[in-house]
């Protein structure tokens, strides 16, 4: 692993909306936790809420997928046995009404064995065990957590 590198990291959609515009509340945190990962994976269905959540910053969506085009971000979209877990998850944790997003993220990190997470969702993804037990290692404690 090169100099300065940290280990792969998944990226939720509040995280990555920080990352790309600049007047973002954590973005100087967000931009150098995602930059110093060796390996960004966005999720399928992350990506289409960043893209509906930056409807009005065209030119930064249009950067960023130039930059997943270029692989700078590894694109993972979910397989049809991830969004099925992503359901199960999602019962397990109807309490606190996790989704098909961040269920299907849950089965990334699962699918993948990577347990660093870019996230503002510290609320859910706090109080998530995965498959083997263990817990998501949040790269960000954002200023104001859970803001989406």
Not at 39 to 49: F, I, K, N, Q
Not at 115 to 136: E, I, K, Y
Request: hydrophobic content about 45%.
């Amino acid at each position: 692993m090169p100099a300065g590198s940290a280990a792969a990291l998944i990226c939720d959609t509040g995280a990555l909306l920080d990352y790309l515009v600049e007047s973002a509340p954590d973005h100087r945190l967000f931009r150098n936790a995602i930059d110093q990962a060796r390996t960004r994976y966005v999720p399928g269905l992350v990506l289409a809420e960043v893209d509906y959540f930056l409807r009005d910053e065209r030119p930064a969506m249009h950067v960023f997928m130039q930059d997943v085009a270029r692989g700078a971000f590894t694109y993972a979209p979910p397989a049809l046995d991830a969004l099925s877990r992503a359901m199960d998850i999602d019962r397990r944790y109807s309490d606190l009404g996790l989704g098909l997003v961040d269920g299907s993220i849950i089965a990334l990190a699962e699918g993948l064995g990577i347990r660093r997470l870019a996230t503002r969702d510290v609320r859910h993804f706090a109080a998530v065990r995965l498959r083997d037990g263990s817990s998501f290692e949040l790269v960000v404690h954002p200023t104001d957590p859970d803001r989406s």
